[in-house]
């Protein structure tokens, strides 16, 4: 077998939306990193940026099921000794109303120069509105 190598001209990139309001947050989250990706297109290929654009919207209305909401916790450091700061998934959607899903998305994307480069076609807002229109994206479903 050969590897596919897809030249980045001939690769047709569409732009998507995404409403999540009242949506499963990993739900979302995996459909999003799926077409970010390419997965879904003929001409996947592992190494190669080959996915659309995803744009999320209500990214404040996400669910989570059972009691994920207050048991749900999120950590990071501050560089500092004793720095582990933590906080649920309540109260980071009151801060940081897109950070859940931004996480999750992250998180389901590859690490290095590929995932980093893949994660600039994510677009997250916390509101209904967001400032891509001009791209004319379609509505998808989860």
């Known amino acids: 077998m050969k590897t ?20 499963v947050l990993g739900r979302v989250a995996a459909k999003a ?10 001409v996947y290929a592992p190494h190669q940026e080959v996915g659309d654009y995803v744009v999320v919207i209500n990214a404040d ?13 999120y950590h990071h450091h501050t560089g500092y000794v004793g720095g582990l700061k933590s906080v649920t998934f309540e109260k980071l959607i009151a801060r940081h109303p897109a950070a859940p ?24 807002y916390g509101g209904a509105s967001h400032p891509h229109e001009a791209q004319s994206p379609q509505a998808l479903d989860v």
Request: zero cysteines; glycine letters at 8%.
């Open 33 to 42: 990193a799926s077409i970010v990706r390419g997965k879904e297109k003929p």
């Open 4 to 23: 596919i190598f897809v030249k980045p001209a001939l690769v047709e990139r569409k732009w998507f939306v995404i409403d999540a309001e009242g949506k």
């Open 61 to 73: 209305k996400i669910m989570v099921s059972g009691q994920k909401s207050k048991q749900k916790m």
């Open 101 to 124: 899903l931004e996480l999750a998305i992250k998180g389901m994307l590859p690490k290095g120069p590929l995932g980093r480069k893949l994660w600039k076609n994510v677009k997250v």
